[in-house]
């Protein structure tokens, strides 16, 4: 989506006409997801919070100062719901205690990497998820998390070396 | 592992990445082909490639969830300027609002006795949801309060719509804090002038907003065990002809064993508007002088003052514009921005040393250690070592972020006497104090306190307390948060040959029964930008007729003061660059210089050496309370 219509979208939103904003539901889910996936460590809170974030982002649309900030805006407003989240979740409740339906789901090939990225520290998690779920650009990462693109690079490498410690010490795939 | 094999395995990574460029890709490439270890190593990087993509594209059924379920929930949300529903109550508390500092503290011990009434309005009540809703809807908030045992008036408006906060002080000075503007004008009656300056315009952490100090205090008492007792009274009535609920409520404390008196307030609450209307309140200490004796009125006006003239300030008195330029707004910005973006998961070793004390064989004076992963912190101080065995230890410690860990590991186990130290975590919720006891060398004291933060920023005073080390050597908390009285940017001689930015920041003094209690001093702030915007030198001077202040300034100076008013410096003399390629401090020399009564001039010298690790092992167990020594 270019920048104009996104800012018309918001503007239209602004106005109270709420069905623009299914326009930028589509543009930012992925993007809200990974971020969540990538702060919470598991999908099924992951998806929770995006839900949460994405209707509070409307709920609370006419409180943006700029129009075209809506993206760095919602992100925010997805790691606040996120740090709260984690606040609140129990002391030593791993991230990878999730419902005995999603574990089951999870079994289908991708257990060992689910384990081994929730061990992975926070920063690492994120970026390497935003990597692989929200395109696989670093500048887009750089924009998201506001760091230089640098910096995403060399969390990434970081990220990578970490989790392929994890797998092996897991016994690999 | 050969050390090429090493280097080659650190750049594999970006290699899978595609980040290398294409030169050094074809070289790794090259030795790959005739290295088994390093090509098996590139393959499993390469698998696990695939299965993140993989993983990813099997997730997106979850955020096609995700869309249809908003999307279908879209009829149900109605965008609002304000948080109006009940629901939304908890939303305020968990997100920033603004800081009305004043007005709330006077609603908050009303809400207190609230809280108290367990009978009544609760907090978790809606009764008590929507006083505090109905409070914020107002346009503006009039608060007239005095208390006649400290001797003290106030006048207050706030309007939470408008981010404004004004007020009138009984001796005649006047605040009115235009946040959106980033402007904050002075009135101060004895120099009959009025100071326009730069105020930040930022976020403030929502500690004080009513209803999460009740929450807060109720889990600080839990946890501080403070024993108090409270009985309350609740009663309908009429109040200056409308119907009202009255709230009495009297406290008891307990002292070396015998209880007494602590307080009595009443409170009145519009039963209709559900908006706070007035409040009594008296509290003595335990041999039972009065302490407060306090009275506030509230009421709830469509217009607030537009400018200070509308709160009694004469037309008569001079303007001293220094509000904030463009140029100023756009370093604040950037200094902030980079200040936000320090990081979030190291461990950081500051060592000092006294040029006094320093000897050819480096002795260290003190030593704090930082852990921090993005929202468990735990710092251990040693504000000073034994100077008897300061050789000793600083033969001990070494002069690597290895020997420092390791060593003061150790310590931490140990029962060896330090002059002091002292050993703070904060989870996010729960800041935990162990102390070693001076006089045995055992740790002793333990406290834990129910300090709630805002994500990764905690109020201010704990802030303070807390001091985030990296953050605060790089981008002084100082700058952005002080009561200064001026701010601009500034060119000298030193800003210009070394590509500086100079921020200079003005303190008036304070004072308090004709009496200065603090003399005035001026703080230059020299950023750099090409440096992340870390504040490179910074000068503190105390300094005679400032923003508004006679130039016999120092005539007014109260005996403790007139000697106190110190000259230091700090400037980075050496840069470090994390693993994440941010810039850090990586030594600072700070100088002081200051004049003793009998006009004689000292200047001491120190030095901080910063060890920073951005990619740490955190050992087991760091941050847990219950492994605290």
């Not at chain 2, 908006?275 to 709830?300: H, Q």
Request: net charge positive; hydrophobic share 35%; with cysteine.
């Amino acid at each position: 989506m270019n920048g104009d219509l996104e800012k018309e979208l918001v503007a239209a939103c602004r106005r109270g006409d709420t069905s623009a904003y299914a326009g930028l539901v589509k543009v930012y889910s992925g993007r809200i997801f990974a971020i969540c996936m990538g702060m919470l460590g598991n999908s099924h809170d992951a998806e929770d919070i995006a839900q949460q974030a994405l209707l509070k982002g409307l709920a609370s649309i006419k409180q943006l100062r700029s129009d075209t900030q809506f993206g760095a805006w919602l992100i925010r407003i997805a790691k606040n719901l996120c740090i709260d989240f984690i606040r609140k979740r129990k002391p030593r409740q791993n991230a990878i205690d999730e419902p005995f339906e999603a574990r089951r789901r999870s079994t289908e090939g991708y257990s060992k990497l689910r384990a081994a990225l929730a061990e992975l520290p926070q920063d690492y998690r994120l970026t390497l998820v935003l990597f692989y779920f929200d395109g696989r650009s670093t500048k887009s990462i750089a924009e998201t998390l506001g760091m230089s693109t640098g910096a995403v690079q060399a969390r990434l490498s970081r990220a990578r070396k970490n989790l392929r410690k994890l797998l092996e010490a897991q016994g690999d795939k | 592992m050969e050390k090429t094999c090493r280097i080659i395995k650190e750049q594999i990574a970006e290699l899978v990445t595609g980040s290398l460029p294409a030169e050094k890709a074809a070289e790794l490439q090259r030795h790959m082909n005739q290295c088994p270890a390093c090509s098996k190593y590139l393959h499993a990087l390469q698998i696990d490639d695939k299965l993140l993509g993989d993983f990813a594209d099997a997730m997106q059924p979850i955020v096609t969830r995700i869309e249809d379920s908003v999307i279908s929930r879209l009829n149900d949300v109605q965008p609002s300027t304000s948080a109006g529903a009940s629901g939304l109550l908890r939303a305020i508390v968990r997100q920033r609002v603004w800081k009305f500092a004043a007005a709330a503290a006077i609603i908050i011990g009303l809400v207190l006795v609230m809280y108290r009434d367990n009978s009544s309005m609760d907090i978790t009540t809606p009764a008590f949801g929507k006083m505090i809703e109905a409070i914020e809807k107002m346009p503006w908030l009039h608060i007239v309060s005095h208390d006649n045992a400290k001797n003290y008036q106030r006048e207050s408006w706030f309007s939470y719509s408008s981010k404004i906060l004004v007020t009138r002080y009984g001796n005649g000075k006047v605040q009115y804090l235009d946040y959106p503007n980033s402007k904050k004008y002075i009135y101060q009656p004895d120099t009959n002038a009025v100071t326009i300056s730069y105020t930040p315009n930022i976020d403030r952490v929502i500690y004080d907003f009513p209803r999460s100090i009740v929450d807060n205090s109720k889990k600080r008492w839990k946890a501080d065990g403070t024993d108090v007792k409270y009985e309350v009274k609740h009663e309908r009535g009429q109040y200056q002809g409308i119907d009202v609920d009255f709230y009495y409520s009297t406290s008891y404390s307990t002292y070396q064993g015998m209880q007494y008196l602590l307080s009595r307030s009443k409170l009145i609450v519009d039963r209709h508007k559900q908006v706070l209307i007035l409040s009594e309140s008296k509290y003595w200490g335990p041999n039972g002088e009065l302490r407060t004796d306090s009275k506030a009125i509230f009421d709830y006006p469509e217009d607030g003052p537009k400018d200070i003239y509308e709160v009694g300030v004469p037309k008569s008195a001079k303007i001293l514009d220094y509000s904030p330029t463009p140029e100023l707004l756009e370093v604040m910005k950037a200094y902030r921005s980079h200040r936000d973006n320090a990081p979030a998961r190291y461990i950081v070793i500051v060592v000092y040393v006294n040029e006094q004390t320093a000897s050819e064989t480096y002795a260290i004076d003190g030593l704090e250690t930082f852990y921090f992963d993005g929202i468990n912190r735990r710092r251990l101080e040693v504000l000073r070592f034994d100077p008897v065995s300061q050789q000793k230890f600083s033969a001990q410690c070494g002069d690597s972020f290895n020997s420092l860990l390791k060593w003061q590991r150790e310590q931490e186990k140990s029962e060896f006497r330090i002059w002091m130290d002292e050993i703070i975590m904060y989870d996010g919720q729960y800041r935990y104090t162990q102390r070693r006891s001076k006089s045995t060398g055992y740790w002793s004291h333990f406290k834990k306190v129910y300090v709630p933060s805002d994500g990764y920023r905690l109020p201010m005073g704990d802030l303070i307390f807390w001091r985030d080390t990296l953050s605060e050597l790089g981008w002084p908390n100082s700058l952005l948060h002080s009561g200064h009285d001026r701010t601009s940017i500034v060119e000298n001689d030193y800003s210009k040959n070394n590509n500086l930015v100079c921020v200079e920041v003005l303190y008036d003094e304070l004072s308090r029964d004709n009496k200065v209690t603090l003399p005035a001093k001026k703080r230059l702030y020299y950023l750099n930008p090409q440096r992340d915007y870390i504040c490179e030198r910074q000068e503190i001077h105390p300094q005679p007729g400032l923003a508004q202040n006679p130039e016999d300034w120092i005539d007014k100076v109260g005996a403790m003061w007139a000697f106190s008013g110190r000259f230091s410096v700090g400037e980075v003399v050496e840069y470090g660059r994390s693993d994440l390629h941010q810039w850090f401090p990586k030594k600072i020399l700070m100088r002081f210089r200051w004049e003793n009564p009998d006009q004689t001039t000292e200047e001491r010298k120190k030095t901080i050496t910063v060890y920073l690790n951005t990619d740490p092992e955190f050992p087991d167990g760091i941050f847990d309370p219950n492994n605290l020594p």
